[in-house]
Structure formats: C-alpha cells, structure tokens
C-alpha cells in the first residue's frame, strides 16, 4: 500500500460536480493497493495515518499528530500510485491490486482510520474525482506500507 500524505487547511473531493467529500485542518491521504497487499497493511498504514507527528505544537513543527490537533483526514483512492515509470513512455500498472481487493482494503482502512477517533471524509472508489486542496506548509510524505518493486 503506498500513500501520499498531504497536511491540509481544507481539502475536498467533487465527483461529477458534486462534492463527495470535504474536510478542514488535517490529512489528504491519497492511497494506492498493490496486488500483495492486505490486512496488515491497512493497519500499519491507518496506525502511521493517525499518529505520524506533522502538526505544529509547543513551538516545534513536526510535533502533532492529526488525532492530537483534532483533524480530520480525507482518503481518496488513486491506483495511479502504483504505476512503474521506469521503462518506456507509459506506466504499467502491473503491480496495482483488482479493483475488488483494492476496494475491499480502500473501505477496510477508512474503517480503521474511523475506529481511531478520526473523522474522515472519502472520495468515490472508480470514479474520476477532482481534488482541491489547500496545502499546509506544504508538507507532503510518501508512506509505503512494505519495500516496492
């Protein structure tokens, strides 16, 4: 599983110009499955999703998490995340999961991520979608949940 993680001022999802989903201070997570991901990455990726200190607090940037800042964190799948840019002009996304598997773990980590205390507002699984956000910082990380490729 491999997520790109951006600390937002607000951010919003709108699919066929209707918002899906928005938030205020906290995380866009957008996320990509790989075809050998399962349970336990979802659980790493929802422990480090919550608890990853990239807040500002007691004068040190990097020092709270989004559930001690009280954010929220809007997940968006994005398989794209798996494409292998390595060779040719065209990415291969040979290594990105089913659209079942990859729906079943996208629904199993926003589960997770709730179940932490943390509101958390989605995008639409297949769906083309577009992402606004207001970056914070901006501080943007790569999380993956296991070495690739």
């Given at each position: 599983m491999r997520a790109v993680l951006q600390r937002v001022k607000s951010a919003s999802v709108?699919?066929?110009s209707e918002l899906a989903g928005?938030?205020?201070p906290g995380l866009l997570v957008l996320v990509g499955i790989a075809q050998d991901d399962g349970p336990e990455d979802v659980a790493f990726m929802a422990q480090k999703i919550a608890n990853l200190r990239v807040f500002e607090g007691d004068g040190r940037?990097?020092?709270r998490s989004v559930l001690e800042i009280g954010g929220a964190v809007l997940?968006?799948?994005q398989f794209t995340l798996l494409g292998d840019c390595r060779k040719g002009r065209r990415?291969?996304?040979d290594h990105a999961a089913s659209p079942q598997l990859a729906e079943e773990l996208y629904e199993a980590l926003v589960a997770a991520l709730s179940a932490q205390g943390l509101p958390v507002a989605t995008g639409r699984f297949r769906e083309m979608m577009?992402?606004?956000l207001v970056n914070d910082g901006p501080v943007t990380l790569l999380l993956d949940s296991k070495k690739r490729f």
């Open positions: 709108t699919v066929a928005n938030i205020g940037l990097m020092q997940v968006v799948s990415p291969s996304f577009e992402v606004s």
